[in-house]
């Protein structure tokens, strides 16, 4: 079975930053892409940043040049760094890992949300 951890969410006033961790943990055989979305009161869940394990990387147009995702691949964990932050980028951030584990001598697809953490800019 794979879990999947969110932490670093805060409060932080608008220009500072944060950095989201995303750890994946269990019978983890691969982690093949890490993606970072959020969502806001009222409003439906967005994709933030993805990275493969290829280190490829895709970005939302409104965090592009302020977001950046990485990965530690030795540690099953993705990143998210946060600069620059605006009052329009509280939401609660989510974290899906997907990838393979493996069971035995038999390996499956795994595609896992994390429970989400808070970010929170004040205007």
């Known amino acids: 079975q794979v879990h999947v951890v969110e932490s670093g969410g805060d409060s932080v006033q608008p220009g500072g930053s944060l950095r989201l961790s995303c750890t994946a943990s269990?019978?983890?055989?691969?982690?093949?892409?890490v993606g970072w979305y959020r969502q806001a009161p009222g409003k439906q869940r967005e994709l933030v940043a993805t990275i493969t394990s290829g280190g490829s990387t895709n970005y939302a147009d409104s965090v592009k040049g302020r977001f950046t995702v990485d990965r530690d691949n030795t540690k099953n964990t993705g990143y998210l760094q946060m600069n620059s932050l605006k009052p329009e980028d509280s939401a609660v951030y989510y974290c899906?890992?997907?990838?393979?584990?493996?069971?035995?001598?038999?390996?499956?697809?795994?595609?896992?949300w994390g429970q989400g953490t808070q970010v929170t800019v004040p205007s």
């Open positions: 899906n890992a997907k990838g393979h584990t493996y069971q035995g001598m038999e390996m499956r697809p795994f595609d896992i």
């Open positions: 269990g019978s983890i055989w691969s982690l093949d892409a």
